[in-house]
T-cell receptor, first 113, second 111 residues
């Protein structure tokens, strides 16, 4: 798993509540990513980070925010969860830098009821 | 929007046969990568091919890239039951903004 830990692994939450997912890496890799995976859509990029406090939006960033105050942690927050955010969320790192392979965490299955 | 599109969406073959999956993409790329995902697990990187390469091998895997047709293929030779998984192609455009994935091919190897 390339030293990537996602927490929690499973979560059920109610519509309108805030939710924070955590991605932790054991190495000081610069590039980190959050994707969501939905049936029929494959994986889509939500946000990414290229260093502490350096983040940017991906393809499906609406309704999500991120923070990276330490190199090892990349947090994804759903400010007010909606049923359309029910998904499996994957964190990834690119240890060799941009334009290289990515290593993924095990995923967080989030259900918004 | 989805950059890559895999074909076929699903493939079922007998153990020992070869499996071929195709990927088409829309815009210029820096590289194209293939990943495998077993049910309920994260994605595992298989192989990366750069835009100036035409073919690459890794064990039983062979990847080709045709930038003029904006397409790639993944060949798995002598398939095994353990190869049962979903396979995704993903393109990288050259910036820091991560990979753009296709929807995947679900491969089933029949024993």
């Amino acid at each position: 798993d390339a030293g990537i830990t996602q927490s929690p692994r499973h979560k059920v939450t109610e519509t309108g509540t805030p939710v924070t997912l955590r991605c932790h890496q054991t190495e000081n890799h610069r590039y980190m990513y959050w994707y969501r995976q939905d049936p029929g859509h494959g994986l889509r990029l939500i946000h990414y980070s290229y260093g502490v406090k350096d983040t940017d939006k991906g393809e499906v960033s609406d309704g999500y925010s991120v923070s990276r105050s330490k190199t090892e942690d990349f947090l994804l927050t759903l400010e007010s969860a909606t049923s359309s955010q029910t998904s499996v969320y994957f964190c990834a790192i690119s240890p060799q830098g941009i334009n290289t392979e990515a290593f993924f965490g095990q995923g967080t299955r989030l259900t918004v009821v | 929007s989805q950059q890559g599109e895999e074909d076929p969406q699903a493939l079922s073959i007998q153990e020992g046969e070869n499996a071929t999956m195709n990927c088409s993409y829309k815009t210029s790329i820096n590289n194209l990568q293939w990943y495998r995902q077993n049910s309920g697990r994260g994605l595992v990187h298989l192989i990366l091919i750069r835009s100036n390469e035409r073919e690459k091998h890794s064990g039983r895997l062979r990847v080709t890239l045709d930038t003029s047709k904006k397409s790639s293929s993944l060949l798995i030779t002598a398939s095994r039951a353990a190869d049962t998984a979903s396979y995704f192609c993903a393109t990288m455009g050259g910036g820091a903004d991560g990979l753009t994935f296709g929807k995947g091919t679900h491969l089933i190897i029949q024993p």
